[in-house]
């Protein structure tokens, strides 16, 4: 009886984690939250900031941490640290929540209890999917779907989570020396520690601008998946860009005469991550 009134959730046990930096006030979350005003919903908010221009909150349900950090994946580790909610909602400051989202996240964890993440569709300003999902439920995410989910379609599951003590790498992510990544990194790590992983193709959330990969170039790109591959998969590495390569060429992101600086700029990427963990480990 007793785990089955652990794994009964309700809307107050969802807390939504919004990375944001610089505000002086809590307006930003009014857009966020369209059909309902933002103080019915558990937040906390990592505001990185100056000294001098704290963002505060008068709501009892709103909570706000002021870091004086860079990073988007230091924002996130604040987060999880500070967290109190049993379902946590990976969140920036620039989505807008879909009517009925809580419901749907409650769902889920409803019929996955023991699930670690359970990662949801996004829809871009026109209302059409943010890219391409399964049709149905995954019970056991695979490399393609990890590679493919982005942070604000995750969401995890805070007790198990606490257990297998995963944090987002400091090294990747917006402000990091790789600017992306973090979310596919922080997922297999929980994949290694044997926790599941679940997909659910229900909307959550609205994405209104193109994402910060959207705007890199190919060598840039490349620059970080060779950190990233290497992070992952250790040695294999260069197999991943070849798949990278396979999947670009496929949906003509790259050019066949970019391959070859493409493939110089991984190895560098390479290099520069063992570097970083060669310097940690002194």
Partial sequence: MEDKLENFFTENDV??????????????????????????????????????KKLESEYAKIRVVNSFEKGLSKSRNLALENAVGKILVIADDDVVYQQGFIAKIINAYSQFPDAAAINFCAVKSDGSLMKKYPDRSKTNLN?????????IEMTLNRTVLDKTKVKFDEDFGLGAVFEMGEEAIFLFDIKNKKQQLVFEPEIIVKHREPTSSDKKSITEKYYIQGALFSRIFKSNYIYWIFVKFFFDLKQQKI????????????????????????????
């Fill in 255 to 282: 050019r066949f005469r970019e391959l070859k600086s493409a493939f110089k700029s991984s190895k560098e990427g390479h290099q520069k991550l063992e570097k970083l963990q060669y310097g940690n480990k002194k």
């Fill in 15 to 52: 807390e939504i984690l919004i990375a944001t930096m610089n505000q002086d006030s809590l307006d930003f979350l009014v857009p966020m939250f369209p059909f309902l005003h933002f103080s019915n919903f558990r937040i906390l908010i990592v505001n990185q900031t100056q000294v001098g």
């Fill in 143 to 151: 490399a393609f779907d990890i590679f493919n989910t982005s942070s």
